[in-house]
């Protein structure tokens, strides 16, 4: 690599190969210099300093750390160019379902992972995965999700012959889920490793020439758990308006439950609720700590008993008939205002203004299961808990804010993941 640090060519994230051939010291200078923005060449570099740490190692090494966050951020092009430009590389990434560093998504969520299975179908292999927040199967050798199939029949991962190479022998840089990658045999004879971290899955392969040479010593993952010296990568929270795709991707693999409009209640008269509950929907579970919601059905979205609701505990002009059972929380019953679409939570003669709207409220729940596997998880230059909390009180200012009834009353919803860890302690 060169050792300049300035006078760098704009272009110069554009070609993988000068990328490798330039300090990395002055890619960060370059990068710091120039104006934020989307470019597959800054994404790829930032997050893979991001993911493997500031060490420094051979170019070779670098362009398979490289490669894979080329193949994370889906950059197949440049992934491709890598490749290319350094057939060296000691593994390059087949695939990976990785949650990019900065991003805040809802799978791969891979707490409390369960053994992983192989089950042949249709003359390919696909690859179990079930965790607590994940009931999904992926096609081994492209890692895209796959429908399952008709009869789930999914054998353990086979055991790797005597004698097969392991990663964590090779003088390498990476995360410690390195350490105990699985070792699985290529259809081509080529050795292949299957890593299984917090962060996702991925598929490696290897060439047995490239390793021959390659110097034996001992994997080290400390450089990872120092996180980048340059820039930490950010990618914005999700925009516009909440659509059925959106929310049954943040909810799976629990469905989400939407309400024909012959069955919406008839005393619902706000259109904006109304087309919530038929269109966009919500999760028929959800969960996070201690804290549960369970809707109800539409045959029970029935008005408040006004005995049950004294009027002393309604806003003025607020009758309990206002008040439709919308479901059930260990924290009270929630209720949804039939005139201005309002959730409320009603627990003995309290009753709290949660939401402004079903909205705000499935946003909530949604940015809940976003963050929730960086909350538990997060990367050494991650701010989850932070970030969640800024981007969620952005929605409707002051709603979370816990010296209000009702930041008190969200505490219990959040507190899953801003206060306790995927045990729930």
Known sequence: ?????????????????????????????????????????????????????????????????????????????????????EPGMPWRTVWAWWRPVGHYIAHPNLTHLKPLGL????????????????????DLETGERTPAPPHEDGRPLP????????????????????????????????????????????????????????????????????GTPGRIPTHPAPTGPL????????????????????????????????RHLRDIGLPARWACGWTTFTPCPAKDMTPQDAAATPAAALPDGTAPADLLLLGTTPHGTLHLHRRDGSVHLVHAAERIRLSPDLDHFTRLLEGVRRYMDACWHPR??????????????????????????????????????????????
């Not at 089950?119 to 992926?138: C, D, I």
């Not at 795709?245 to 259109?271: K, S, Y």
């Not at 009353?409 to 860890?421: M, P, S, V």
Request: charged residues 25%; negative net charge; contains cysteine.
């Open 380 to 425: 050494p230059d991650e701010d989850p808990k932070n970030d969640f909390l800024t981007e969620m009180d952005a929605l409707a200012p002051g709603t979370l804010n816990s010296q209000r009834p009702s930041g008190a009353q969200w505490e219990y919803f959040i507190a899953g993941i801003t206060e306790l860890d995927e045990d729930g302690f």
């Open 1 to 85: 690599m060169s050792n300049g640090t300035s006078g760098l060519p704009d272009n110069v994230l554009d070609d993988p190969a000068r990328l490798l051939d330039t300090d990395r010291t002055a890619i960060r200078a370059h990068i710091e210099n120039t104006a934020p923005g989307p470019h597959p060449g800054r994404d790829v570099f930032q997050q893979a300093e991001a993911i493997f740490g500031g060490t420094e190692v051979s170019r070779a090494e670098f362009a398979a750390w490289l490669h894979f966050a080329a193949t994370m951020l889906g950059h197949k092009t440049y992934a491709r160019q890598i490749a290319a430009a």
């Open 159 to 226: 055991t790797p012959p005597d004698g097969t190479p392991r990663l964590d022998d090779l003088e390498l840089y990476a995360p410690e889920s390195w350490t105990h990658a699985t070792p699985l045999t290529a259809p081509d004879g080529r050795t292949r490793y299957l890593i299984a971290d917090t962060c996702g899955l991925a598929l490696l392969e290897t060439d047995p020439d490239i390793l021959r040479d390659w110097p034996r010593d001992f994997l080290d993952h400390d450089s990872a758990e120092h």
């Open 119 to 138: 089950q042949p179908h249709n003359g390919r292999q696909l690859l179990r995965v079930k965790a607590a927040w994940e009931n999904t199967w992926l």
């Open 243 to 274: 659509t059925a795709q959106r929310i049954d991707d943040a909810f799976a693999p629990v469905d989400v439950i939407r309400i024909p409009e012959p069955e919406l209640p008839t005393t619902l008269e706000h259109p904006a609720a109304r």
